[in-house]
């Protein structure tokens, strides 16, 4: 079984300052874990991806995020905001263990503010 | 990164009438694509999957019926939503695997497509 938990529903930060997005997850495998981006209207972007490699893994547009098993999670970060950064994200784990279906986040909608 | 593409992007339709939608991979071959809807606000919830040449898988409490989902081809999956009803609006999306990467490899989404039923 496999689940993962975002733990906040909105996040709202200043343009220029840093971003933290939450993420905790469980799996009974090793799992493979995403962050994906939606801006409205619009399909999911892959952000970055851990799949068993470095723990710290970067992804495009500044953001970045460390996988830590004994913590299990894998939270969200970028030093600086930016005004087009304000979108839904949503983190994804893939169980391992024979099944590939992904379990999806509720999401984290995140503001930026000028 | 692979693409996905989904057509139609926007589609307005009358209560009781059929639409499909469609969902290609554009640059690989996809033996398995997922069906998800979303509605406002609310994260992706996986509605079944498409495996290509096979029955698609449904989750709980989809009606097979009213979804109806075929994978023709390594690279076309479709989404007949029949007669359909104003609770079936809502934002559609497709995405697949590209089995080269491996099974716990990220899928490839579509920009979706937004269904309203008047």
């Known amino acids: 079984a496999q689940s993962v938990t975002q733990l906040d529903s909105h996040v709202s930060v200043s343009e220029g300052t840093p971003v933290l997005l939450r993420c905790n997850y469980s799996s009974s495998y090793s799992p493979s874990l995403f962050w994906y981006v939606q801006h409205p209207n619009k399909g999911l972007q892959l952000l970055l991806k851990y799949t068993s490699a470095a723990t710290l893994v970067k992804g495009i547009n500044g953001f970045e995020a460390e996988f830590k098993k004994s913590e299990t999670s894998f939270h969200l970060t970028k030093p600086s905001a930016h005004m087009s950064d304000a979108a839904e994200y949503f983190c994804?784990?893939?169980?391992?263990?024979?099944?590939?279906?992904?379990?999806f986040g509720r999401g984290t909608s995140l503001i930026v503010h000028p | 990164g692979a693409v996905v593409s989904q057509h139609p992007s926007r589609v307005i339709c009358k209560s009781g009438t059929s639409v499909k939608i469609e969902c290609r991979s554009l640059?690989?071959?996809?033996?398995?694509m997922f069906w998800y809807r979303q509605f406002p606000k609310k994260s992706l919830m996986l509605m079944a999957t498409s495996n290509e040449g096979s029955k698609a898988t449904y989750e709980q409490g989809v009606e097979k019926d009213k979804f109806l989902i075929n994978h023709a081809s390594l690279t076309l999956s479709t989404l007949t939503v029949t007669s359909a009803h104003p609770e079936d609006s809502s934002f559609y999306i497709c995405s697949a695997r590209d089995p080269t990467g491996g099974p716990y490899n990220e899928q490839f989404f579509g920009p979706g497509t937004r269904l309203t039923v008047l």
């Open positions: 640059d690989f071959q996809a033996t398995t």
């Open positions: 994804v784990v893939i169980g391992g263990g024979g099944s590939y279906i992904p379990t």
